[in-house]
């Protein structure tokens, strides 16, 4: 029988791995084939009590991550990035984990948790106007213009590749505030993915 948790400061009641079932279970499995990891993370387990949400979350993260058309690095970068610019350190510290697994350098790590702005970022010249753009999805989509897509596409980003980068900027900008909402993100410390090797 699937049975609920409540985790202190998280609004949600959360369904544990093992006492998964059904699609629900079906769903945990697939999480963790697409994260790599060991365990479900928490951000998932939000939705675990209404599997018609869950999938959505799962098709929207296998949307972008089982993706080739940019890099692996570049989506962590954009994923720890854009959850920087909205203020969600669950997923800050979720995504900088993955983004130094996929190479991410210790001067970009420390520029993600420390920057203001993506100038402050430690990117090359054909980067930086895509970071500028996806940046713009958190801090205003609105005012993006035509000339901000062609800088991005000048700097060598195909169209596919621009979208890419939008849609996984958009997505964290929903995951962000799932995570906030239901009381989960307001520390790195409830990141069991950024705590690995720690516990």
């Not at 202190?8 to 369904?15: A, F, M, S, Y």
Request: hydrophobic letters at 40%; charged letters at 25%.
């Amino acid at each position: 029988m699937e049975t609920t948790t409540k985790q202190p400061g998280i609004r949600v009641p959360l369904i544990d791995e093992e006492h998964a079932e059904g699609r629900t279970a079906e769903l945990y499995q697939q999480i963790k084939e697409a994260t790599g990891l060991p365990f479900v993370p928490d951000m998932f387990r939000l939705t675990s009590t209404n599997p018609r949400l869950l999938e959505a979350v799962v098709a929207g993260y296998r949307g972008v991550f089982y993706g080739d058309t940019l890099p692996r690095h570049l989506k962590e970068l954009i994923s720890a990035w854009t959850s920087k610019l909205n203020g969600c350190p669950y997923c800050v510290g979720t995504h900088s984990w993955f983004l130094a697994q996929f190479g991410g350098s210790d001067e970009l790590l420390e520029a993600v948790s420390d920057a203001s702005t993506a100038e402050e970022l430690p990117v090359d010249e054909r980067t930086m106007p895509l970071m500028k753009l996806v940046e713009k999805v958190s801090t205003g989509a609105y005012k993006i213009t035509d000339a901000d897509w062609a800088r991005a596409m000048e700097a060598g980003w195909s169209d596919a590749e621009i979208l890419e980068a939008i849609f996984c900027a958009s997505l964290f900008a929903f995951i962000n505030r799932l995570v906030d909402a239901t009381g989960l993100g307001s520390s790195t410390d409830r990141s069991r993915v950024a705590r690995q090797g720690d516990e």
